[in-house]
């Protein structure tokens, strides 16, 4: 039986935004099982939460990238404009967690404690390199879907939630507590994998085009 190309386009997305979200309860089931998983789970949550919000700005790369990288020239451009607006992102989240700036956001503005405030600074930490992985994946996404190869980002993040797993599988072999920190380190770690398989394979296929299928 054919496939109608609508579906044969939408399902894949659709299977990645599922799996996309699986990645949020599958951390907070591991880190609920700290001893101090109530300051753990705050943390997280905060620090997700202030994350999303610094991050926001480079979430367009990819439906930029969609309507605008018909060339390698004009992806590398988007990029680099975007790679601009990320590096003063990066820089105020480090600031966030560094600084008593963190304690402001965190104790005052949110409103928890100096233990769930201490525990989401470091998990903004790890949290770090993010938007400049957000950046490319998307930018690599944008590309993929221009030449209707939405299997490919199914297959990635599926991948991705496989090093999730590995990471907290890992953790929990050892028998360590995952704390918020290393939740959002195993997260930064999976989008990094992810990126690097469109980066490879946007560098090893040459038959993916710019131009829309």
């Not at 988007?78 to 402001?104: C, D, Q, R, W, Y």
């Not at 507590?177 to 290393?182: D, E, K, L, R, Y």
Request: glycine share 4%.
């Amino acid at each position: 039986m054919k496939i109608n190309p609508l579906y044969k386009f939408y399902l894949p997305l659709a299977l990645t935004a599922v799996m996309m979200n699986v990645t949020t309860p599958v951390l907070n089931s591991v880190i609920s099982r700290h001893p101090a998983s109530i300051i753990q789970l705050a943390a997280f949550a905060a620090s997700f939460a202030i994350a999303t919000l610094t991050h926001s700005p480079v979430f367009s790369v990819q439906q930029i990238a969609i309507s605008k990288a018909d060339s390698k020239y004009a992806f590398w451009r988007i990029s680099k404009i975007f790679f601009v607006i990320m590096v003063p992102l990066m820089a105020l989240n480090f600031f966030i967690a560094t600084s008593e700036l963190g304690n402001i956001i965190f104790e005052r503005v949110i409103g928890t404690t100096a233990a769930v405030a201490t525990a989401a600074k470091y998990t903004i930490m790890a949290f770090l390199p993010l938007p400049l992985f957000i950046l490319f994946r998307g930018s690599f996404q944008g590309i993929l879907i221009r030449a209707k190869k939405t299997a490919v980002i199914s297959i990635a993040t599926l991948v991705r939630l496989i090093a999730l797993f590995f990471w907290v599988g890992l953790f929990i072999i050892m028998d360590k507590n995952i704390t918020s920190a290393v939740a959002g380190a195993g997260l930064t770690l999976a989008v990094f994998i992810e990126t690097f398989i469109y980066f490879w394979l946007l560098c090893r296929c040459g038959n993916i085009s710019f131009q829309k299928q």
